[in-house]
């Protein structure tokens, strides 16, 4: 079973979510907060799998809990997808900045938010997911930066190249088809990148090689 749990300010959302989720038969929503503070209480004790975070709510917003709970370092830290109505605003360049794996919507469809749980929860992001996408975008443009040689050598030409066409939006397979390759190349090749640079997921992948400019003119 994939363990969620629910941060939002208001209580009819976190029983639809509940509701939403529980229904798909392999997530159990263990817990839920109605702020930034108690979501970080709330994450220690339930030790989800996943989180799934609103940005703005009265008593301390999601972005500083996002950033102190992706900063944990003991035990494996929850994948935390932002669940917001704000699109691409300045909340969202943070979590993003912040540690969070993934956006998406709240009126968005009821197997759209089943999906993203189950892809945060197998450790793949949201990279090619359209909210996601746009914000890593958006995001690239205002952190141009210049490229950094020390981490250019951490990866190889053909790390690098995937993760370039990974911050594309693409999948492995489409990565695969891209390069010739079997998409067990392409996991192969993005897993010892990701261990690398120690990043938990696709997003903070592309996240990291943006920061350091190895993607910058992507």
Not at 72 to 89: K, S
Not at 132 to 151: G, L, N, Q
């Amino acid at each position: 079973m994939i363990k969620v749990l629910l941060v939002d300010d208001q209580a009819v959302v976190r029983a639809g979510f509940r509701v939403l989720l529980e229904d798909a038969g392999d997530i159990e929503v263990v817990g839920e907060a109605s702020n930034g503070p108690s979501a970080v209480v709330a994450a220690a004790q339930f030790k989800p799998d996943v989180i799934c975070m609103d940005v703005r709510m009265p008593g301390g917003d999601g972005l500083a809990a996002t950033r102190e709970i992706a900063a944990e370092r003991e035990g494996e830290t929850p994948a935390i997808l932002i669940v917001t109505t704000f699109g691409l605003d300045e909340y969202v360049f943070g979590a993003l900045e912040a540690g969070a794996s993934g956006f998406i919507m709240k009126d968005c469809e009821p197997e759209e938010l089943v999906d993203a749980v189950r892809k945060l929860a197998d450790g793949k992001g949201l990279v090619d997911q359209a909210v996601t996408h746009r914000v890593i975008a958006e995001f690239a443009k205002r952190r141009r930066v210049e490229p950094d040689p020390v981490a250019a050598e951490m990866l190889t030409t053909r790390e690098r190249e995937i993760v370039l066409l990974l911050a594309r939006g693409m999948s492995n397979a489409e990565i695969a088809k891209e390069l010739f390759v079997e998409p067990s190349t392409v996991k192969s090749h993005l897993g010892r990148a990701m261990m690398k640079i120690g990043a938990r997921d696709r997003v903070q992948t592309v996240v990291w090689a943006y920061e350091h400019g190895l993607i910058a003119g992507a």
